[in-house]
């Protein structure tokens, strides 16, 4: 799979007329509970050259392609990018702190790395990490048998969304870090159901974990009583850093 994405991210290259910057892997595999049987996930970030910036009408700023049972691949044009990163679009933090990385251009995560805090909205943070956790409980665990890749998607979402809330940062991609968080009483339960998830299928499921889903349900209350006061940690002058940063890659991409 290594060699097909690296072979896939050149020809795009080489059929659209584009660099790409950053491809890094955005699923489970990154998150850390990859099934035996999961997709790869890959996102990328690329860029035109300079003139295509300089016409009256924007062009298209995504490609997408379909998904075969294997690999999803998708990519966001540099302007958006960094249009959403100026947004606090909570994919982007996430595919900045992959911990697999596919192709990288001129340092990209590395210089866009010291933004990241000062890009990030705590709000809007929590509100994507909490509409996340809902679906969880309101939908994936109305039912007895649950499906295992659901589950840590929900509890994922809940212990970034608590990250938020205490932490006042960034939360980190990977569930590690954020397990620990996780209230000791659930440790035996969450590792077994990891365990469980690593030998299975993407459609496997597992009784509907009591003590678990109560605790879900409990931080998508608890964040969304704190979405109102959460402080705005922002510093506005990333956005000039950021206006800067564009300027300088697609000067550097002319220049290669």
Not at 184 to 210: C, I, N, Q
Request: glycine share 6%.
């Amino acid at each position: 799979m290594q060699t097909r994405i690296a072979t896939a991210l050149t020809e795009l290259e080489a059929t659209h007329g584009i660099r790409i910057l950053y491809a890094c892997e955005s699923g489970s595999r990154a998150w850390g509970f990859p099934s035996p049987d999961s997709d790869y996930d890959v996102r990328f970030i690329y860029c035109h050259p300079a003139d295509w910036y300089l016409a009256l009408d924007e062009g298209p700023d995504t490609l997408n392609f379909p998904v075969d049972d294997e690999l999803d691949l998708a990519g966001w044009e540099l302007r958006k990018a960094l249009r959403l990163l100026r947004g606090s679009n909570a994919s982007v933090f996430e595919w900045l702190q992959s911990p697999i990385v596919y192709h990288e251009a001129l340092d990209f995560r590395a210089r866009l790395a010291p933004l990241l805090p000062a890009s990030f909205n705590l709000k809007a943070g929590l509100h994507h990490y909490l509409g996340q956790l809902r679906r969880g409980v309101e939908e994936d665990l109305a039912t007895e048998e649950v499906r295992l890749k659901r589950l840590f998607y929900a509890l994922r979402s809940a212990l970034a969304a608590r990250w938020i809330r205490e932490r006042h940062t960034v939360p980190p991609m990977e569930f590690a870090p954020l397990r620990m968080l996780l209230p000791a009483v659930l440790e035996a339960d969450v590792t077994a159901l990891l365990a469980a998830k690593a030998s299975a299928d993407e459609k496997t499921t597992a009784p509907r974990p009591t003590a678990l889903g109560e605790f879900l349900r409990e931080e998508l209350a608890a964040g969304q009583a704190a979405r109102d006061i959460l402080p705005v940690l922002r510093n506005t002058g990333a956005v000039g850093e950021l206006d800067g940063l564009f300027r300088r890659l697609l000067a550097e991409v002319g220049a290669a």
